[in-house]
């Protein structure tokens, strides 16, 4: 790629626009990844209810082992980036090119929007319940309180829920002639990303190439999703053997697990497939 030389164009650098983890509010790290690869989360079921008998021997019901679910989790999403910076195109550039800014600019186009489209994906393939259907601005709002009804049928506590909406979806439901906002937030926004609340629900729009195909919303509950990040390392170089510059790496080891006990706790509305 050209290096854009200094004495034929301004010093400021003309960023692209990029945007803090969206994923955060979906996602929580409840579980502790040090030092293992794998971690296996137990669970237990419950009994059935009885009528209680008066006679008998069983008079609490016929007894029944209780046994353990296992869930293996373990991490995949091992993901390095390298690039050098010549210490000639540094100075010819009026130092834009500075292996800081780059590494900075790196982790905010590249990094973070690679793990937020990654938990989605995990989030939304593991949906204990799945919508598909055709929206148009008549219904949006309506789609949105089924989705409500069904967490609150599943004794999800909706109010600690976040939506993560489509800017397509997002729009519909603002040109909803049945929607009635709960304000418009002028109070502090508590998560990042945060535009406003449906039913005490907190919506963040994201952009639709970091949600799955044809989804509109999903309505999470954090709980529901751990979400571990093992390594974060990142490294400049100065003059590395073979380089008159840096050279500049990175490795994110990460990775996303639905609970199979709290996949209820997550319901995806997708647009039916044109």
């Known amino acids: 790629m050209a290096i854009n030389y200094a004495s034929k164009y301004a010093q400021k650098i003309d960023e692209r626009f990029s945007r803090e983890a969206l ?29 209680y008998s008066r006679t008998g021997a ?21 993901r390095s980036f390298t690039f050098t910076i010549d210490r000639g195109s540094f100075n010819d550039t009026q130092m834009a090119n500075a292996a800081g800014a780059a ?32 929206l148009t601005k008549s219904d949006a709002y309506d789609a949105f309180l089924t989705a409500a ?21 997002y729009k519909l439901i603002k040109e909803d002639a049945s929607f009635i906002r709960s304000g418009d937030m002028a109070q502090q926004m ?10 005490g629900i907190a919506v963040i729009v ?27 390392e990142y490294k400049i170089h100065d003059n590395p053997p073979g380089i008159n510059g840096w050279l500049i790496e990175g490795r994110v080891y990460y990775d996303a697990f639905v609970l199979g006990e709290k996949a209820d706790a997550i319901y995806v509305h997708k647009n039916a497939a044109a």
């Open 23 to 51: 994923s955060s509010a979906a996602v929580n790290s409840d579980y502790d990844f040090a030092g293992v690869k794998t971690v296996n989360v137990y669970s237990v079921p419950t009994a059935e209810m009885n009528d």
């Open 58 to 78: 069983n008079r609490y019901g016929t007894p029944s082992e209780i046994e353990n679910n296992v869930q293996e989790m373990e991490m995949k999403k091992d």
């Open 103 to 134: 590494l900075q600019r790196q982790i905010r186009e590249m990094v973070v929007p690679e793990i937020d489209t990654y938990r989605f994906k995990v989030i939304c393939d593991s949906a204990g319940t799945t919508k598909t259907e055709t």
């Open 149 to 169: 009804a069904a967490l609150i049928d599943a004794n999800v506590p909706v109010t600690e829920c976040a939506a993560f909406v489509s800017s397509g979806y």
């Open 190 to 199: 508590l998560v990042k990303g945060q535009v406003g609340m449906i039913d």
């Open 206 to 232: 994201v952009p639709s190439a970091y949600l799955p195909e044809n989804v509109n919303f999903i309505i999470t509950h954090k709980s529901a999703t751990t979400a571990p990040v093992k390594l974060s």
